[in-house]
């Protein structure tokens, strides 16, 4: 049963009311609507708890897709915690602190891709810094550049929304695609753009934050080279 994926809309949604219609053979949770951002695109999935009426609550340590065309999500809970049934009404509740670090490099990572205008071969979210690996055909690349410009981005505080298009709009317009590792879920008839005014536009399921301000200061930690082209490139919040 698709799950209603409440972040792709409001990635600040911290909680939702929902109800158990699932149960996995690996012990996945599955609800009629969730918060939680599952396991996809480099960004890790969001753990939290799931909370009943009567006081109990249970840990969950990630959200993954169960199927390719990532429309249901399973909840996995932490060892030891308590069985629930289909038909439960639950609170699902995530790490918001954690969610909201990974929201804004996941952002950042989206205004170093403008930065560096490459083939992105890999990618990781994670709380506090992240890393995007380039199809880069000659080196040099320079930290302290590479920060400055973020910066002056980051300092135009441009909106970030998101849009819906067709797959078949998608397919006419395969230079939005960035990524050659990722490639953006198709077979739902729709797909979903990240566009950051003036700055950036590209297929993401991943959460953002709304402005491009939010994210504070960035500084590129790293540079490393991954292969004969391929450069691994780390940002972290400073």
């Known amino acids: 049963m698709p799950t ?4 792709r809309d409001d990635s600040y949604r911290k909680d ?8 996995t ?10 918060v939680f951002y599952a396991n996809s695109g480099g960004q890790p999935g969001d753990t939290g708890a799931l909370l009943l009426a009567d006081g109990t609550r ?19 809970a932490a060892p030891g915690a308590p069985a629930l049934k289909i038909g439960d009404v639950v609170r699902a509740a995530i790490d918001w602190d954690k969610r909201y670090g990974r929201m804004k490099i996941h952002t950042a990572l989206h205004l170093l891709s403008v930065v560096l205008p490459y083939p992105i071969t890999g990618a990781s979210v994670g709380d506090v810094d ?17 920060t400055a410009k973020l910066a002056e981005m980051i300092a135009t505080d441009a909106a970030v929304s998101s849009r819906w ?5 998608l397919e ?29 536009l590209q297929p993401c399921g991943g959460t953002h934050v709304r402005t491009v301000g939010e994210i504070g200061a960035v500084t590129v930690t790293g540079i490393e080279k991954k292969g004969k082209q391929n450069r691994r490139v780390r940002i972290a919040l400073a």
């Open 165 to 169: 298009i067709s797959d078949a709009e």
């Open 4 to 7: 209603e994926c409440l972040f």
């Open 130 to 146: 992240g890393r995007a690996d380039f199809d880069i055909p000659e080196a040099g690349q320079d930290k302290e550049a590479i």
């Open 25 to 34: 053979e690996q012990g996945g949770i599955v609800l009629d609507r969730t």
């Open 58 to 76: 249970l840990a969950i340590a990630d959200a993954i897709y169960t199927d390719k065309s990532k429309t249901e999500i399973a909840h996995v």
């Open 172 to 200: 006419a317009n395969p230079g939005l695609i960035k990524s050659m590792s990722v490639r953006p879920p198709m077979g739902t008839g729709r797909v979903r753009l990240i566009e950051i005014a003036n700055l950036d």
């Open 16 to 23: 939702c009311e929902a109800r158990v219609v699932a149960l």
